[in-house]
T-cell receptor
């Protein structure tokens, strides 16, 4: 089992729809959780951090964390073509490093 | 503009060359990282420096040699690389500790001939 697993893609949604990206992790001691967006040929860009159970909203983005279920998700409301990218889930544990999932590629169709 | 600056943006080198990748951040961060990323794969951690000391080495071959001259600078010295080392090399920094988010530079795209 991988340490961090993301829902297999690619994911395609129409413009204006909600995109839902999911991530599960195996280390129960994990303390911090991040979503990065990576456009093709570019470097990862931090879009959300979440540290405690519940929801965290930032504009069109909502991160959800459930430590009991070892699950973190990212919702993108009113998806735009500019949201088309690969989304990386990263989980930080006690070892002081981030473990990345394989990423989910999102395409938003106009 | 990213606050983590990497140079050069592109590098082509032969297997016998010696070159260095450079990374600089001015955010006052105390942890810096080197990652290797192949196409359609997630970043793969190579090294972590925390407070200018090497804290994590993910069993990287010795042909990659990191150096942290001060808290703002991180170098990766390359020697006798193999074609399979061709990749995007990413530098990142974080405030410190293992629980902070990382901020990435634009990367150096390295090609080994």
């Amino acid at each position: 089992q991988k340490e961090v697993e993301q829902n297999s893609g690619p994911l395609s949604v129409p413009e204006g729809a909600i995109a839902s990206l999911n991530c599960t992790y195996s280390d129960r001691g994990s303390q911090s959780f991040f979503w990065y967006r990576q456009y093709s040929g570019k470097s990862p860009e931090l879009i959300m951090s979440i540290y405690s159970n519940g929801d965290k909203e930032d504009g069109r983005f909502t991160a959800q964390l459930n430590k009991a279920s070892q699950y973190v998700s990212l919702l993108i409301r009113d998806s735009q073509p500019s949201d088309s990218a690969t989304y990386l889930c990263a989980v930080n544990g006690n070892a002081g490093k981030s473990t990345f999932g394989d990423g989910t590629t999102l395409t938003v169709k106009p | 503009d990213t606050e983590v600056t990497q140079t050069p943006k592109h590098l082509v080198m032969g297997m016998t060359n010696k070159k260095s990748l450079k990374c600089e951040q001015h955010m006052g961060h105390r942890a810096m990282y080197w990652y290797k990323q192949k196409a359609k794969k997630p970043p793969e951690l190579m090294f972590v420096y925390s407070y200018e000391k090497l804290s994590i080495n993910e069993s990287v071959p010795s042909r990659f040699s990191p150096e942290c001259p001060n808290s703002s600078l991180l170098n990766l010295h390359l020697h006798a690389l193999q074609p399979e080392d061709s990749a995007l090399y990413l530098c990142a920094s974080s405030q410190g500790g293992g629980y902070q988010p990382q901020h990435f530079g634009d990367g150096t795209r390295l090609s080994i001939l």
